[in-house]
């Protein structure tokens, strides 16, 4: 046994594999396909699922509603709505809304974590090697604390500067939680750029900004983008920040996706909402994918 | 030989390593060299020596503790690397990996404003001129480590600059590859009539390439000259030591006369050497003799001729060397060609020969 094990390479590959595959089927693959089947389904007065196969639960979620006889109509109240016309014919807002500003609030966040996260980074990668870990440390202290009580932290302080329970105070928790995660990818890729480089680009007569735009920020980019897909995922999901800092008004699809399954008693409708979250992250990070990658150089290195 | 292309006045570096504020290390202790223009020049020293520093020290990236650093006449004082009339090529080379290698030859030139038009022909000529015509279109990663090295050289050379400085720029490559750079180098710098500031660790690759040489050790020229004069005329012992093979042998001055010295040796021996500086009798000094320049059982009438005992053999085939015992107990190395069809050896192991060598060839060196 253990000498066909050492002789065949594919099946030392399954093996080590096997166990996060397992995981992945049980408490991924499995659920994911009931989500499907559920979102689906109908619910009766109850609260109980129907299965079947309906696509109410999406029709719904685009915000047709039920004077709506055809796509033309619903197209035309949608007009109606974006350029600001009081005749709602046929279109609810409310879920088309919601799903705006969550795509919003991710591209928001994943850009000003960017900026901010950048310097940051750069500063700890130049760091003297034994001061380096002293400031990650630093950096991943916060991740320590349970991350509801981080965010209920924020009340008091918002409230303070009376911005709390604004689409501000959403974005500032959202910085807040999300820029650790920014970081360390970007610090990764700028740490791994031999410092030889800098020198090369200025002995060749390149000056600090340049030798900024031309070698730093290209050789950077990998931990970018991963830092990107970390950030920008999570965030379009999340529904703790905005629950604590958002109030009632903010609602992002993260929240609408809980109230259904905890308060409003409807999974098929979370269920649907569920996979739309999943299909429009997935869009939006083929295309971000295709044009800057996976970041792999910083993962894989 | 005309302008300085480099100079170098007392410079001082010391590096003062914060954990331990007690100990200040100086790389590069007083060091005050004349590079001129045109002229291979190697900085030549054991790891540590300071060479590295030095040559920093000349880019830009370091700034000496005190004393100046002239290129063309004109102190730098501060000035930064990029706006320095000199380039580097580095040891690991330091190609941008993001670039293609067109990319890489052309980035001095876009950084200086060369319009354009002219940059793209320019980097074809450099390109060719390291034997990688056509190369421009890959990255540094398909390339393997010797054309990455030529690719180094081709961007630093590219920009024209008044000197080019290299930090053992073949380092990484095997011994063959070496040798045909060493060569193509030494071509390539008489085409181009650049200064090269080349610093490296081993002797042989110094001694064939440069037109002068400067020995460090721990901080300090010990020596500068072409390869003859350090390898015939080493001022002091490590010099000596440090470039090709010597034999040392202990002994006490007995009496100098001008240029020549006697020298007593153990066993009542007694040396005929040449004597640079004059030193009091009874001191004790080393008499250097390369193996080289050590005959045995030789017809020719010597200055020095002392009797011996053969204690080992070794044959590599254009030489042969013997370890010889002589009557006051030394042991020297003999080295003698077997350029003769054939060769024997000239003795056995066990065997009573004479070796001989001219006072010429013996040095007396302090220290
Ligand atoms: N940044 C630095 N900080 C502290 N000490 C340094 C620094 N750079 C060099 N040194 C010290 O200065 C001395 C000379 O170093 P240098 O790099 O010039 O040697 P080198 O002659 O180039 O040696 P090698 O052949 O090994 O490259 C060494 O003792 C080294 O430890
Ligand atoms: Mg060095």
């Known amino acids: ?301 | 030989m005309g302008e300085l292309a480099v100079e170098l006045r007392d410079v001082v570096k010391e590096f003062s390593d914060s954990e331990q504020i007690r100990e200040v290390v100086a790389a590069v202790n007083h060091v005050s060299l004349q590079i001129h223009d045109g002229e291979f020049f190697s900085l030549l020293g054991p790891s540590g020596c300071g060479k590295t520093t030095s040559l920093r020290m000349i880019a830009g990236f370091e700034l000496p503790t005190s004393g100046d650093v002239l290129i063309q006449g004109k102190p730098m004082g501060r000035t930064p690397p990029f706006q320095r009339p000199v380039n580097t090529v580095f040891q690991n080379y330091a190609l941008f990996p993001h670039m293609t290698i067109g990319q890489n030859v052309a980035f001095g030139l876009e950084m200086k404003g060369v319009p354009k038009a002219e940059i793209g022909p320019r980097v074809q000529e450099a390109l060719a001129m390291v034997r990688l015509p056509g190369y421009d279109k890959r990255k540094p990663r398909q390339l393997s480590g010797g054309q990455q090295q030529r690719v180094a050289l081709a961007r630093a050379l590219v920009n024209r600059p008044a000197v080019l400085l290299l930090d053992e720029p073949l380092g990484a490559l095997d011994l063959k590859l070496r040798k045909e750079m060493q060569l193509e180098l030494k071509t390539l710098q008489r085409e181009v009539g650049i200064t090269f500031i080349y610093v490296t660790h081993d002797q042989e690759e110094a001694l064939t390439m440069s037109d002068r040489i400067a020995v460090m050790n721990r901080g300090k020229v010990l020596q500068v000259g072409n390869s003859s004069d350090i390898y015939e005329t080493p001022n002091c012992r490590f010099v000596a030591d440090f470039i090709g093979e010597m034999n040392f042998i202990k002994g006490i001055i007995q009496a100098q006369a001008g240029r020549s010295a006697t020298v007593g040796l153990d066993g009542g021996l007694t040396v005929h050497a040449r004597c640079e500086q004059s030193i009091a009798a009874g001191t004790e000094i080393s008499v250097a003799v390369r193996p080289e320049k050590m005959n045995i059982d030789s017809s020719a009438k010597m200055d020095n001729e002392f009797q011996g005992r053969v204690v080992s053999i070794v044959y590599i085939g254009t030489d042969t060397h013997y370890g010889i015992r002589l009557a006051g107990d030394q042991l020297v190395r003999v080295r003698e060609q077997n350029n003769t069809p054939g060769s024997r050896p000239l003795a056995s192991e066990g065997a009573e020969v004479k070796v001989s060598f001219a006072a010429e060839a013996a040095r007396v060196l302090t220290a």
């Not at chain 1, 915000?63 to 055809?70: F, P």
């Not at chain 1, 919003?104 to 380096?132: D, N, W």
């Not at chain 1, 909402?273 to 869009?283: D, G, K, R, Y």
């Open chain 1, 1 to 301: 046994m253990l000498k066909r094990l050492r002789e065949h390479k594919s099946l030392q590959g399954t093996l080590l594999v096997s166990p996060a595959l397992l995981w992945m089927i049980a408490l991924l693959i499995i659920p994911l396909i009931l989500v499907v089947i559920t979102s689906f389904g109908q619910r009766d007065p109850d609260g109980n699922v129907i299965y079947g196969f309906s696509f109410d639960n999406y029709v719904r979620l685009t915000g047709t509603t039920d004077t709506c006889q055809n796509l033309g109509d619903y197209l035309n109240g949608a007009w109606q709505m974006i350029i600001g016309s009081e005749a709602r014919t046929c279109f609810d807002p409310l879920y088309v809304q919601i799903l705006w500003r969550s795509v919003l609030i991710a591209i928001e966040t994943t850009a000003l974590v960017i900026v901010m996260g950048y310097p940051l980074a750069y500063f700890v990668a130049r760091a003297p090697i034994k001061r380096r870990s002293t400031l990650l440390f630093l950096i991943l202290i916060p991740l320590w604390t349970n991350f509801v009580i981080r965010v209920y932290a924020w009340i008091r302080i918002l409230r303070a500067f009376d911005i709390l329970y604004t689409p501000g105070a959403v974005l500032i928790g959202m910085i807040y939680e999300f820029l650790p995660f920014m970081i360390l990818p970007m610090y990764t890729s700028l740490e791994k750029i031999d410092p030889s480089l800098y020198e090369a680009s200025a002995d060749l007569g390149a000056n600090s900004l340049r030798t900024f735009l031309r070698v730093t920020l290209p050789l950077s980019m990998p931990g970018v983008v991963a830092g990107t897909i970390l950030v920008f995922v999570p965030v379009m999901g999340t529904f703790v920040v905005s629950d604590i800092l958002g109030g009632k008004q903010f609602v992002l699809i993260g929240n609408l996706i809980q109230s259904q399954f905890l308060s409003a008693r409807d999974p098929t409708f979370g269920s649907a909402a569920s996979i739309l979250l999943m299909v429009m992250t997935l869009i939006v990070m083929i295309f971000y994918t295709r044009k800057f990658g996976f970041g792999e150089e910083v993962i894989v290195g």
